[in-house]
């Protein structure tokens, strides 16, 4: 559905296109790990998505749920070196705009399903 999609796909090259930006670590010595930043964002829009989708069958919440945990372990492989450190500013900016831009390809996986 959402990562098997072109638009996904599209997303993956977006995201290496910018590695760059996780090969720096944080100098700011944060509880927080990349790893943290990313599962609270995805949870977080998910939890947008099905808040703004309340009819949404418990199967197919469940398909998108197992799409998000996808998208996690997508990102924890290409995040490899950096997924137990602590983010920058600029990765976490980074990251918000791209799990944002996920977000869309799981709203767009809704709307073609009604």
């Known amino acids: 559905m959402v990562v098997e999609s072109e638009g996904y796909h599209a997303l993956i090259e977006y995201f290496t296109e910018h590695l760059a930006l996780f090969e720096k670590a944080s100098e ?3 509880k927080e790990t ?8 995805i949870a977080t829009n998910l939890m947008v998505v099905f808040s703004q989708n309340p009819d949404l069958e418990a ?3 469940f398909k998108l749920m197992q799409e998000a945990d996808a998208v996690v372990a997508d990102l924890s492989e290409v995040l490899a070196g950096a997924w137990l450190r602590s983010p920058t500013v600029e990765q976490i900016s980074f990251l918000e705009d791209y799990i944002g831009l996920v977000k869309n390809l799981f709203d767009s996986a809704i709307s073609q399903k009604k």
């Open 59 to 61: 199967d197919f919440r």
């Open 34 to 41: 990349v790893e943290d930043v990313v599962t609270d964002m």
């Open 28 to 30: 700011d010595v944060c």
